[in-house]
């Protein structure tokens, strides 16, 4: 579709006209006046209208010569009305006489007449008034003959007819008379045709205009909407008459049909909608069939009432089909670890057709002898109310007590149903093996700044005791009492840097094999040192903190001179940037500038982005949806320019002006770069609506669908050059200071010739509100990708360019790996557990050694240890030019455990030993663990429980799934003996 913002105006329909008189159509005397009374007067005769082939009335003349010079022949009609017309048109059809041709000609014959009118309120004219004069007659014009004739007046001079044209006006009385002023001519008046034009009813975009009389030049004549239709705008509806009887339009807004209405007959009337159809908004657009489960009864419908049982919820569209709420959730698991437990269950078999599942979890305690009550000392994480996954930790589990868990499924239309959430039950009864609770805490030392603390051993029931958990609080602390934790090897615990003169309380439980038994009674004791010598001492703190703060400012200005110094000798760390978007002053060369730097960020647009006129825009698909509305392909065809494909981004609608901004921050950041691994702004569109950002088009979209779809169709050095791209994009942004924070292959996209270039350069937004994309989790306040970030970008919102190093690094992994989910189906916390343990991503399929040794570089913990992009770039040439190194494929073989390997167990294996198992596991790290156990068999492996796998010490969820998968396959494929037994699972 093309855009244009134009204004125009254009003539509309065919004028109609109103014939006042016509003595054509006349076969009866007409019988009007003359003057004078003489043989020279005008006579009325009957003669045949050669184009018509009828009896016509007219009146003939020959006054040349009679009576001398200045002899006058008068012929006056009789009264016309005007019917409203300001202007008539007089149509005369007449011969004239050659005077050369007559028999004896005069010197007073002529070869012209006048034509006169006079206004009267009434028919009151007479044989003597109006006076014979031009006085008060208003001359019209004196008519002179285009064509003469050498025959005496009469039917037969026909063929050479003149017809003339005059117009009368402006008129202002009730009518009119017409008079023929003859002066010497020798001539005939065949017709005369009084008539005037008026604009003929009519319907424009909805608007209904009446037949119109034009009173001037151009006549404003008001409309009104047609029935079922309401204004388009606050303007007035208005078009103009013309005098000649024509519409003409200035292309007013016009009217819309209102909701329940659509556009009929060619946009001349609205037609209600039909049952079981609906229209939900005024304006363009069809009524259209009632969505899936609902129904409309009624003709002009709105809104489609859903059936019985069916729902919508307030924030549906009323395009969205109604829907119910969901079954219960499925097979509910509960795997406890001493006083916690995690809860895990399957979504439910019906959803009620919606996408916004979510779970409560209800919660009772049944100890033996007391009625149940409600679980209020158990803490649950993430909560028990509105839970997006199906999974739940607790905590604060008691011994000797039978828990009753209830999991709803709810959905946005369960509020709305009679009938209560569908839910799945399960029970558990904590353990009565774990340790007793730890009583009789004493202080053996307190001082100042720290106690040390011990306590008899508990009894243990089952299994010994492994360690203790000390958890204390200063009481009545100003910033609130907050808990902290210590683990104690033995009954005695030392706590230090505690402050002088306060109390504290504490509280210590034991763990056993069995798990963590409850947290006995709390003991209070107060530290040594006195208020006064609280305040002596707090004097000298903030003395220290004088002194290392002086010590901090060299050390910054020292870091500042090191980093104008690099950049003055051609070249800048952007490690020295921390923030997303900071700049240097540099000498030379060219830094990324935040827009939100600006006071007005639309000055950041004006000077980063070129405006495009809207004109050159053509709109040809829609192929997308973001953020802020629609992804669409076009082409941009600018004057003096080769016509090109671009993709565009509108903003949608009824957006507030903070949204605007945002959206066009995104243009204010590409049009700072130009680079050709980077992707380049065309423009934008501000001046009129839908707001567009124009970027070149990207013919085969993002880079990790792009390689699901050809999985196995490249080459390893085609998959390369593709990373090199990457790479010397991401190496330009860091030159400019520039941190992209989401750098992902979902957000590379790959042209016609799988060139990779750089793109969405808005995750500042994320950082900034909440989104409702699983990919990016919250994170101290802010949305982050967890699969793609840096450790201390998550934990401390550090983001730098050697963040983004660790991001290329799953890119890379995501390249070889043809658009594998990294770390598969692991929940985002377990991705961050394991990476803390320094767990690894093992290498895809078929990946050369060196390409796993540049993404295990990338992902060092350290972030001055992982390499800067220059060296990435420079690294990934040297393997295209050696291509050889190439077929070196990397081979996990165990070793350090890699518990992030394929996730899927393996299949149709056999294995010679409970080490080779687990070498092929990648759970190698677990061999001396398992022998430790006993577990030295494949049969032993297959009867493996989940309390088998944490007396083991395996206590990572993802890596006791992984393992119990592999048991069940082994224990699927090998027979039982004939006569035995599983043997329960037990070591």
């Known amino acids: 579709m093309e855009l244009r913002c134009l204004w125009f105006w254009f003539a509309l329909g065919r004028a109609v006209e109103e014939t006042l008189l016509n003595t054509r159509l006349e076969t009866s005397d007409l019988k009007w006046t003359t003057y004078p009374q003489t043989d020279s007067q005008w006579e009325e005769l009957s003669g045949l209208d050669a184009e018509r082939q009828q009896p016509v009335r007219t009146f003939e003349v020959c006054s040349a010569g009679a009576g001398g010079p200045g002899r006058e022949a008068w012929l006056r009609s009789g009264f016309v009305g005007r019917r409203g017309a300001a202007h008539v048109l007089a149509e005369l059809r007449f011969t004239v006489v050659e005077c050369f041709s007559l028999p004896r000609p005069a010197r007073a014959c002529k070869e012209t007449f006048n034509v006169l009118y006079y206004e009267a309120d009434a028919d009151v004219a007479t044989a003597s008034d109006p006076p014979w004069l031009e006085n008060p007659w208003v001359k019209l014009d004196t008519v002179a003959a285009e064509h003469l004739t050498r025959k005496r007046p009469g039917a037969e001079a026909s063929g050479r007819l003149n017809v003339k044209t005059l117009r009368l006006g402006p008129l202002t009385k009730a009518g009119f008379y017409l008079a023929f002023q003859d002066q010497g001519a020798c001539m005939a008046l065949?017709?005369?045709?009084?008539?005037?034009?008026?604009?003929?009813?009519?319907?424009?975009?909805?608007?209904?205009?009446?037949?119109?009389?034009?009173?001037?030049?151009?006549?404003?004549?008001?409309?009104?909407?047609?029935?079922?239709?309401?204004?388009?705008?606050?303007?007035?509806?208005?078009?103009?008459?013309?005098?000649?009887?024509?519409?003409?339009?200035?292309?007013?807004?016009?009217?819309?049909?209102?909701?329940?209405?659509?556009?009929?007959?060619?946009?001349?009337?609205?037609?209600?909608?039909?049952?079981?159809?609906?229209?939900?908004?005024?304006?363009?657009?069809?009524?259209?069939?009632?969505?899936?489960?609902?129904?409309?009864?009624?003709?002009?419908?709105?809104?489609?009432?859903?059936r019985n049982g069916y729902f919508r919820a307030s924030s549906d569209p009323p395009s969205a089909p109604c829907t119910t709420p969901p079954t219960a959730p499925r097979s509910i698991e509960a795997r406890l670890n001493g006083s916690g437990a995690v809860l895990v269950w399957s979504e439910p078999l019906h959803t009620g057709g919606r996408r916004d599942v979510r779970y409560n979890v209800l919660c009772a305690e049944c100890a033996e002898g007391l009625p149940c009550q409600h679980c209020a000392r158990l803490a649950f994480a993430p909560g028990t109310q509105g839970l997006a996954e199906p999974r739940v930790s607790v905590q604060g589990l008691q011994p000797f007590v039978t828990y009753a868990f209830e999991i709803q499924a709810v959905n946005g239309v369960s509020d709305l149903s009679a009938s209560p959430p569908q839910a799945e039950a399960i029970n558990i009864t904590t353990s009565k093996d774990v340790p007793l609770p730890v009583a009789a805490i004493?202080?053996?030392?307190?001082?100042?700044?720290?106690?040390?603390?011990?306590?008899?051993?508990?009894?243990?029931?089952?299994?010994?005791?492994?360690?203790?958990?000390?958890?204390?609080?200063?009481?009545?602390?100003?910033?609130?009492?907050?808990?902290?934790?210590?683990?104690?090897?033995?009954?005695?615990?030392?706590?230090?840097?505690?402050?002088?003169?306060?109390?504290?309380?504490?509280?210590?439980?034991?763990?056993?094999?069995?798990?963590?038994?409850?947290?006995?009674?709390?003991?209070?004791?107060?530290?040594?040192?006195?208020?006064?010598?609280?305040?002596?001492?707090?004097?000298?703190?903030?003395?220290?903190?004088?002194?290392?703060?002086?010590l901090?400012?060299?050390?910054?200005?020292?870091?500042?001179?090191?980093?104008?110094?690099?950049?003055?000798?051609?070249?800048?760390?952007?490690?020295?940037?921390?923030?997303?978007?900071?700049?240097?002053?540099?000498?030379?060369?060219?830094?990324?500038?935040?827009?939100?730097?600006?006071?007005?960020?639309?000055?950041?647009?004006?000077?980063?982005?070129?405006?495009?006129?809207?004109?050159?825009?053509?709109?040809?698909?829609?192929?997308?949806?973001?953020?802020?509305?629609?992804?669409?392909?076009?082409?941009?065809k600018v004057p003096g320019k080769k016509e090109s494909c671009v993709a565009i981004k509108t903003l949608k609608g009824g957006y507030t002006e903070r949204q605007r901004r945002e959206f066009l921050s995104e243009a204010s950041i590409m049009g700072q770069f130009e680079h050709p691994n980077i992707i380049?702004?065309?423009?934008?569109?501000?001046?009129?609506?839908?707001?567009?950002?124009?970027?070149?088009?990207?013919?085969?979209?993002?880079?990790?669908?792009?390689?699901?779809?050809?999985?196995?169709?490249?080459?390893?050095?085609?998959?390369?050059?593709?990373?090199?791209?990457?790479?010397?994009?991401?190496?330009?942004?860091?030159?400019?200071?520039?941190?992209?924070?989401?750098?992902?292959?979902?957000?590379?996209?790959?042209?016609?010739?799988?060139?990779?270039?750089?793109?969405?350069?808005?995750?500042?937004?994320?950082?900034?509100?909440?989104?409702?994309?699983?990919?990016?989790?919250?994170?101290?306040?802010?949305?982050?990708?967890?699969?793609?970030t840096a450790p201390e970008a998550i934990a401390f919102r550090k983001f730098t360019s050697a963040s983004d190093a660790w991001s290329y690094g799953i890119v890379m992994w995501e390249v070889m790996s043809f658009g594998e989910r990294p770390y598969w189906d692991m929940s985002n916390q377990d991705v961050i557990n394991a990476i803390e343990q320094d767990y690894r991503l093992p290498p895809p399929p078929a990946c050369?050694?060196?390409?796993?040794?540049?993404?295990?570089?990338?992902?060092?913990?350290?972030?001055?240890?992982?390499?800067?992009?220059?060296?990435?770039?420079?690294?990934?040439?040297?393997?295209?030019?050696?291509?050889?190194?190439?077929?070196?494929?990397?081979?996990?073989a165990g070793g350090p455990c890699h518990p992030l390997l394929d996730q899927r167990p393996p299949r149709g294996a056999s294995f010679s030993s409970v080490s080779d198992w687990l070498r092929t596991l990648n759970m190698g790290c677990y061999e001396e663990k398992f022998a430790s156990a006993g577990i030295s068999s494949i049969d032993l492996v297959s009867q493996l429980s989940t309390e088998d796998l944490l007396r083991v010490g395996v206590t990572l969820a993802e890596h006791q799934k992984k393992i119990l998968s592999s048991a069940q396959h082994i224990r699927s494929q090998n027979k039982p003996a004939p006569g035995g037994g599983t043997g329960g699972g037990g070591f």
């Open 552 to 636: 901090l400012v060299v050390a910054v200005v020292a870091v500042a001179v090191i980093c104008v110094r690099r950049h003055g000798a051609g070249g800048r760390d952007p490690e020295c940037s921390d923030k997303h978007g900071q700049y240097l002053i540099g000498h030379g060369v060219k830094l990324y500038v935040d827009p939100f730097t600006y006071e007005d960020p639309n000055e950041a647009v004006r000077e980063f982005a070129k405006e495009i006129d809207v004109s050159y825009v053509k709109i040809e698909e829609v192929i997308g949806a973001g953020e802020f509305g629609e992804v669409c392909q076009g082409r941009l």
């Open 680 to 788: 380049r702004l065309e423009g934008v569109v501000t001046s009129c609506n839908p707001v567009m950002i124009l970027t070149e088009f990207m013919e085969n979209g993002a880079l990790d669908s792009f390689l699901r779809l050809n999985e196995g169709q490249f080459a390893p050095l085609q998959l390369v050059g593709m990373l090199r791209g990457i790479a010397s994009g991401m190496r330009y942004l860091a030159d400019m200071s520039y941190v992209h924070r989401d750098l992902a292959a979902r957000n590379i996209l790959v042209n016609c010739n799988l060139v990779c270039k750089v793109s969405d350069f808005g995750l500042s937004r994320f950082l900034e509100e909440s989104s409702s994309d699983p990919t990016y989790t919250s994170s101290l306040g802010g949305k982050i990708p967890i699969r793609w």
């Open 442 to 550: 004493q202080p053996a030392s307190v001082s100042p700044g720290g106690v040390v603390l011990t306590w008899p051993v508990p009894i243990a029931l089952s299994g010994r005791i492994l360690d203790y958990e000390v958890k204390y609080y200063e009481k009545g602390a100003a910033d609130g009492e907050v808990p902290m934790f210590v683990k104690a090897a033995e009954a005695r615990v030392t706590l230090a840097g505690l402050r002088r003169g306060a109390l504290y309380g504490v509280r210590v439980r034991a763990r056993s094999e069995a798990g963590y038994g409850a947290f006995g009674p709390e003991i209070t004791f107060r530290t040594q040192g006195s208020e006064a010598g609280g305040r002596a001492e707090q004097l000298g703190l903030i003395v220290g903190a004088a002194a290392v703060g002086a």
């Open 848 to 892: 050369p050694t060196a390409l796993h040794q540049l993404m295990l570089d990338c992902w060092q913990k350290d972030r001055s240890a992982r390499p800067r992009f220059a060296h990435l770039v420079s690294a990934l040439d040297k393997l295209i030019r050696n291509p050889a190194s190439l077929r070196v494929v990397a081979r996990d």
């Open 190 to 306: 065949l017709g005369v045709r009084l008539y005037f034009h008026k604009c003929p009813a009519t319907v424009r975009r909805l608007a209904a205009f009446p037949e119109t009389v034009p009173r001037e030049l151009v006549t404003p004549v008001p409309g009104a909407c047609v029935d079922g239709a309401v204004p388009a705008g606050p303007g007035p509806l208005s078009m103009y008459c013309r005098e000649d009887g024509h519409w003409a339009e200035h292309l007013p807004a016009g009217c819309l049909c209102r909701a329940g209405h659509e556009a009929a007959e060619d946009g001349s009337r609205c037609r209600a909608c039909e049952p079981n159809t609906y229209k939900a908004a005024q304006g363009e657009g069809s009524c259209q069939t009632c969505p899936s489960e609902s129904f409309s009864s009624t003709f002009g419908a709105t809104i489609c009432s859903c």
